[in-house]
């Protein structure tokens, strides 16, 4: 049976020095990739098939945990389209200053009627 690091060099290759959780995630380092804290949990619901998979790069130790491993590809497929998403986080927050606004009008009325 071939050891990890075998198999890694099969898949990555000899002269390469990228390991195999950096070619799944198409990162050049894991400083790139864990230069954040990960302060928040989130709770998600996955198919078998993924916790399968999850497991198994846990398993082979690519990854410490499914966490680390969600966190790892959420954050590959985000950064990978940043400009799309800085945008969407800002036409979100537009929205949320609209909502205050206009529950704060709303707000005004009610007080008003109530006078």
Known sequence: MKKITEIEKELVGEGSTLTLREQLLGRLSDEDLFSKKREISVMTRMSTDIVEILDALVELEIFKSRSEA??????????????????????????????????????????????
Request: hydrophobic residues 35%.
């Open 70 to 115: 969600v966190s790892a590809f959420v954050e590959q497929a985000i950064s990978s389209r940043l400009k799309i998403f800085e945008e969407i986080k800002g036409q979100a927050q537009d929205i949320r200053q609209l909502r205050d606004t206009a529950k704060k009008h709303a707000y005004g009325v009610f007080q008003e009627e109530s006078s």
